[in-house]
């Protein structure tokens, strides 16, 4: 395994994280348990989860991951061993279920007192913002289009307070967002700064050889501001695996069981994705190792969460770590971004 530390710390973590947001769901607690298992014998000390895993979001599931992950705290006494990374749920229908009232400060610390609970632990070593409160272009909305009548107000510095008394309670150490835009970022780093205020030190967004706006502002923010990348969905749903244009998908994958998660299913992602394929078959490596590897070489990327449903899926994410692009497949996956540049924002 490879090593980083959170921009600003001294925490080390693993450059590929454990994402979880298939157990208890698409998994259960024993399968969950397993992927533990073998994911820190394999050196990755770096767990993420949320409080509306596992994914879709339902209120019959909520919360049961974050259990899930407690359980296995709990049994195996690894707490001192591993870095939880965990996020509040942003607003809006799909998770009324949990809460309606935002990031306001009782909900900020009821969701991080219930967390604290569900993952059996006294303190949470990174808690992000899931998405922004406000509207704007997010979850595979391409561009920006302004609202004036969206109803959110200018919370940066409540929300900040906030997050600065439960890290001051010793019940969160560090904090970061995630689904936000370049805007959010400078706003919040220009309260911390005007008011010391706690840092942000991560974002955690979609990143992928079929997703890479950061690339543009987003990336130049991360890099001069010192804030980690946390790359999510690096195969895009599993898309990047190869196995829906091979038709090998399982029944239990995630796009045959939810097919409402359109957001790599276009044409154009998929005419990118035999692209890369090609790329990856030339090279003798797997597309998944390939994809990850690409996701993981970036400058602004701290560390690359993986999810996985068998065992066999999880063990070729994590040896991706072994693989370093050359700098020839590098121009090549260039080329084709060249000409399909983006096909899922």
Known sequence: MKYTTLPNTNIKVSKICLGSMTWG????EAEGHTQLDYAFEQGINFIDTAELYPVPAEARTYGRTSEIIGTWLQKTRNRDKVVLASKIAGPGEYTEHIRTTGF?????????????KRLQTDYIDLYQLHWPERQTNTFGIRDYSHNPNDPWEDNFNQVLHTLDDIIKEGKIRYVGLSNEKAWGMMRYLEESKTHNLPR?????????????????DMAEVAIREKIGLLAYSPLAFGVLSGKYIKGTASKNSRLKLFPIFTRYSSEQSTEATKKYLQI???????????????????????STIIGATTMEQLKENIDSINIELSKDILEQINAIHAVIPNPAP
């Open 25 to 28: 769901n698409q998994n259960t």
């Open 104 to 116: 306001s400060q009782e909900a900020i610390k009821d969701a991080v007192n219930q967390e604290l």
């Open 200 to 216: 942000i030190i991560t974002i955690q967004n979609a990143y992928s050889l079929l997703n890479r706006p950061f690339e543009g």
């Open 280 to 302: 990856a078959e030339n090279n003798n490596l797997s597309l998944t190792q390939m994809s990850l590897a690409f996701v993981t070489q970036q400058p602004f990327v701290t």
